[in-house]
Every structure is written in C-alpha cells, then in structure tokens.
DNA sequence: TTCCCGAACAGGAATCATTCTTATCCAGGT
DNA sequence: ACCTGGATAAGAATGATTCCTGTTCGGGAA
C-alpha cells in the first residue's frame, strides 16, 4: 500500500529457510514454513498474535506455543527481526534487507523504509562498541493521518498527548 | 568518555514537572515526584519494576501501579519516552537531548549517546511522512561484552538474561 | 492554620502476552 | 513402510501491566 512496499521473493525465502534448516538437521515442517510465510507476507511487522490468528483458517490446530517458539528460531536463523516496538506486544520484522521504521504516534503503524544506504552513519571509535547495523526511527505523523487531518501536531511538543 | 553526558540537572527537571503540573491543574505528589527523579538518576533505562524496586526502601508504601501510571502520565507530558526495546519488558528513558541508543545484543545494556550530528537524516518529501524526531538504534556489542568474551548480566535490572 | 473535596494512592484482583510442561505426533533417514 | 528424536498441541504457569475499590492526601478556601 505505501509508497515502497518491496515485496520479498517469499519462494526463494522459504528455500532459503529449508536449506538452513537442513543444513542444522533441523525438521521442516508445515507448521515452521506457513509462520515464516505468513512473516513475509505481512505487510506490517505482526506480533506473534496476529500470526496465530492469519494462520488459524488454514491451520485451525497450530498453537500458539509454536508460533512463538518458531518466530525466536527464526530470529536465531537470522531470517526475522523483533523490532522495538512501543506497544504491548513484540512485532517481528521478516525484511532483510536493511531498512529503518516509519513510527506513527497516530495510529501506530509501523512503515519500513529504504534510505539510500550510500551514507553510513558512523560512531565514535573510543566508545568501543561493535557495531553490527543500525536501524533509524522515524516518530511522527504518517501520510494517512494527516490527510484525516486530527488537528495539527506541532514538532516542538514532542508530545503525542495521545488521550483517548 | 566522550559525547556520553549523564547529568541531567535533576532540580531543575523536577522544577520543569511541577511547573507543567501545576499549569494543568494536576497534584504535585511524592510519589510522582520520587518516580521521576528516580528515572532521571538512573544511568540506563529502567523497566517500571526496576524502579519500583530503587524507591521501596524509601517509599515502603509505593506500589506498582502507582510507578506504571506516573510512567505514563509523564510520558504524556513529554517528560519521559518509552524506549522501543525488544526485552520483555517497556523501558523509559528521561533524557529529553535528542539522542540515540547503543543496544547491546549480549547484554542487553542500552546506552544513550548524542551524536552531535550536524546534518539530519532527510526523508523523501513524497512519503507525506512528517517527521517529529529521530532515533537512531546502534545494535552490537558493547565494549565491556567484548573486553568480557562472552555473555554477561543486565546492568540495569540486574536480572540475568536468558541463559544460565 | 484547619477543613474539605476530588483526584491520587495502596493493595490486590484481573487481564494480556509469553513461556513452560507433558503427552502425542510427524519429518526424514533407514 | 518403519523408527526415533525432535516438534507439536493444549493448556497450565509465569511475568508484565492494567483495572478496581476503599482510603488517603494535596492544595485551594475559610
């Protein structure tokens, strides 16, 4: 819907996660694709729930454990990212390609994003500390939301005084 | 230690608070106050229980939801952040700088550091994205983690992660 | 200062997200 | 098709956060 959704090769990735599955002895099973598949396909960045219930039609008995069970492995696969989010629940991010977030303080969506990565940004080099990518998050107002046009938020308050 | 300024001026902070308080009509109370001076003495970024557990010798009688809902509140002020982290639990962050946050995948120690970045990171304009602030979120390993070889414990909870 | 009122508080129950436990079940090699 | 170890389903247990209720207290008025 937005502007650059880069719609991931979702066959390619799920040979991708075959093959690293395989090359670990790791079982692949139904169960195991149909999250991962459901992570690509997302638009947004879901939190285990919101898998669970996409899948439950399809899958009426997969657990809830083994969402969340399958999410950490692939998070350790290094296929699927949490990201910090602000809310109640942990979302998870299958985009792999480096990309910084599009933060509503309206309606909380989460957007990626691809800057042109020819600029990297660099850290001070007594700090010590390794760093391994950088992700940028962008608070604010998204295109939807202003064209509803609640009043007029003003970037000096820094305050989403979001009070229901 | 370079750009890593700590201070904040705690006084004047809390001056800030009760100034904003009183314009809104709110009550001033000890608890309020113990909560947020508590978080901007902390060097990291507390969880609720964290401080909760920091004010209890001083205050036998705080409670938890007392600590959650002046978190809260402050936030609403613009006083204080929640910082999106990807542990189990919300962490808040009370320096009001514009800074950016050093995770540390082993430890799970989140630093500020300002970088005194002279140019902003831009936006594309066609993205209708209206831009509050940024924070840019340096994912890696910490100098003591790297100096330490291997795992290590949460400097600010004190709770071990994950592995034994 | 003391009195009063409404908002804030403490304490604990309730809710929501996540992890753990245990008895089956199945993927993948033989 | 058969075995077997790891994966799964179901639900209990845990942890974080929010909600509820009776009591207390901040701060304006007398």
Sequence with gaps: ?????????????????????????????????????????????????????????????????TV???????????????????????RFDANRHPHHHLWCVRCHSLTDIELDAGRAVDLPADLGFQVIEYTIQFSGVCAQCRVRGDAGLDPDSGAPTAQP
Tied chains: 1, 2.
């Design 68 to 90: 969340y069970k399958t999410l950490e492995m692939l998070e350790g696969l290094g296929l699927v990212k949490k990201v910090g989010a602000t809310g109640p629940s942990r």
């Design 1 to 65: 819907m937005a502007s650059h959704s880069h719609a991931p090769d979702v066959r390619a990735e799920l040979d991708r996660f075959t093959r690293a599955c395989r090359e670990q002895g790791t079982p692949v099973t139904h169960q195991r694709l149909a999250v991962y598949r459901a992570l690509l396909e997302s638009p947004g960045h879901p939190d285990a729930e919101t898998v669970h219930r996409q899948l439950r039609p399809e899958y009426p008995t997969l657990s809830a454990g």
